[in-house]
């Protein structure tokens, strides 16, 4: 639990939130507490990562033809056409032509597209050829291949029609950050969970703290360690206790069914090989209805259920459902520790924040944000020339100002300032006369 101090602590500084070591502390012992089980299962799986704690697999995804994209492309050849300064006639037949060889959102052309390809634009293709091709051959007969921004505007046209194989890293985790960052900031979408400005953040508690959740996302297929840290390109909640497994929302892609059924598919594979039974599943139907019902939301949860709504459950094959699972469990404030009955994952309490430095728990009032970390006042100073903000009070220097106080100046503005010294006459008595009251500059050395 010791080791997951620090990760926890980092992402609190990076939301800029309120914490204590007591609070921080509170959670990661329900996480290890509860989680032991789900960790200790995980574990059995030959590629589980410790320091990740999660099982980390490689995946490919088959990427499909974007109908929309397809459809700004094409408007972007048609605009490339227009300035191209085709007769009218010219450019409805390249229109028509382009149209027929894009429409059918297909990598490779039908009878009906090579029809009116070649009736109107007399370019020769047969069925079955690659569309990129034949959109090649239209630009070469109406010279749009020949303006200078062709090549700018024909590739990602020709990617758009062509379906690609994305690699990516899945993970099934159990790491208390991975639940903490469940809809990370730094992802290209969001959700009410992100503890940014998510209104169920002490959902992410909620759902760490539990004994049957574990979080599975994907992220770029050439990450290769800090994968909590990483965007994370999908993310789902999936929940399993005793042969049964609740897989909910899928984030961002929520009616991405394809997704859906091959991320169900490897967890369930991955559960049957930690326990080392036949990969069999049954996909239940009716599951929502309270009758049959074999999920609970626990009392005290902060987390917003989107299992209710698009939950799927499926069990091992043979096994006679008897028990439940519980999902969530009481979210406890970072700062005092207390249970949370809010959103957020601080209370009405006291605020506090961990100095990055020195480790102590201080007031957040005698503390500040400083590149993405608390520092108290004892570990962060301020030049009293230029305001440079300095860590390591150590690299202060001690001077009067002209009223005679002590002030703290930065290494620069300590050797700017004695620079002219070195032609005062009186600067070997300056020391033992105290003498730097009367200087006319800002400050000397002490």
């Not at 700004?72 to 050849?77: T, V």
């Not at 009878?111 to 051959?137: F, H, L, M, N, P």
Request: hydrophobic residues 35%.
């Amino acid at each position: 639990m010791e080791t997951m101090i620090k990760p926890f602590y980092g992402v609190m500084c990076k939301y800029e939130k309120h914490f204590s070591e007591h609070g921080v502390r509170v959670n990661l012992s329900h996480w290890h507490e509860n989680k032991f089980g789900l960790a200790a299962l995980l574990r059995n799986h030959p590629a589980w990562d410790e320091e990740a704690l999660a099982v980390v697999l490689p995946i490919t995804e088959n990427r499909g033809i974007d109908r929309n994209n397809v459809n700004q492309r094409k408007s972007d050849m048609l605009m490339l056409a227009r300035q191209n300064n085709l007769s009218y006639d010219d450019q409805n037949e390249f229109s028509a032509a382009l149209t027929a060889a894009t429409d059918e959102y297909s990598e490779l052309l039908s009878e009906g597209s090579v029809e009116i390809i070649k009736d109107r634009s007399g370019v020769k293709c047969v069925a079955g050829q690659k569309a990129t091709r034949v959109i090649g051959k239209i630009c070469q007969k109406y010279g749009i291949d020949r303006h200078a921004r062709y090549n700018v505007v024909y590739s990602p046209l020709a990617d758009a029609l062509s379906p690609s194989e994305v690699r990516k890293k899945a993970l099934v985790s159990v790491h208390p950050c991975a639940f903490l960052e469940m809809s990370d900031k730094d992802n290209s979408w969001s959700s009410c969970h992100n503890l940014r400005d998510g209104s169920y953040q002490s959902g992410c508690l909620s759902y760490m703290n539990d004994s049957t959740t574990v979080m599975f996302f994907t992220v770029d297929g050439n990450v290769t360690g800090d994968y909590n840290k990483a965007p994370k390109r999908n993310r789902q909640v999936f929940c399993y206790a005793e042969g049964m497994l609740l897989q909910s929302r899928l984030y961002p892609n929520i009616g991405d069914d394809e997704a859906i059924k091959q991320y169900r598919a490897h967890v369930q594979e991955l559960i049957a090989t930690c326990l080392g039974v036949p990969n069999r599943w049954v996909l239940k139907k009716n599951h929502r209805n309270e009758s049959n019902k074999v999920y609970l939301t626990a009392e005290g949860s902060r987390q917003y259920a989107d299992y209710e709504n698009y939950g799927s459950l499926s069990t091992l094959r043979g096994l006679d459902v008897e028990g439940k699972i519980i999902i969530g469990g009481p979210a406890y404030c970072v700062c005092c520790g207390r249970p949370l009955r809010n959103g957020n994952v601080k209370c009405g309490c006291e605020s506090k924040v961990v100095c990055q430095d020195c480790g102590q728990t201080v007031p957040a009032s005698g503390a500040r944000y400083h590149e993405g970390v608390w520092l108290c006042c004892n570990c962060l100073r301020m030049c009293a020339i230029c305001n440079t903000v300095i860590r390591n009070s150590g690299a202060l220097v001690p001077a009067f100002d002209r009223r005679g106080n002590v002030v703290h100046i930065c290494e620069g503005c300590y050797q700017g300032i004695i620079e002219p010294c070195a032609n005062c006459s009186v600067r070997a008595v300056c020391p033992s006369a105290q003498s730097n009251c009367f200087c006319q500059r800002i400050a000397v050395a002490m």
